[in-house]
């Protein structure tokens, strides 16, 4: 396998995929998701899919636009879906797309999305290569 091939293998073994539900006690006073809670949930599906993807400890540096299209009523069912989307010597960007559906129906849709990059560390905390040839 060449590289090319060998990092979208990566790529697409590291896709992460992880359903909610959005519970009351996750809303806001207009009785949908909390922004705040997204955000971490974004965070949380980006990290666990850029570690997949390099296997280093890792830590988020930035999260750029995310972008609110609609709010999401308590009850519906979310799909957060995170993806490799760049990849730089030390750091990387995973993309996350949050889904909505409704509890009683089939209309999934995307609702917000966004992108978060991280750094690889070495054992100093310091930038680390995300990967190296011995990897790949």
Known sequence: MEYSEKVQARINYATTYTTKTVFPGRTNHH????????????????????????RKPLVTISSDRVDFKEPIPAGSIVELVASV????????????????????QDDKHKAISGSFKFVALDKDRKPTPVLSDIEM
Do not use: H, K, P
């Open 85 to 104: 989307s760049q990849i730089g010597r030390t750091s990387m960007v995973v993309e996350v797309n949050i889904f909505i559906e409704g509890m009683y």
């Open 31 to 54: 009785n949908t998701l909390f922004g705040g809670e997204a955000l971490a949930w974004m965070d949380e599906v980006a990290f666990i899919c850029a570690t997949r993807f390099c």
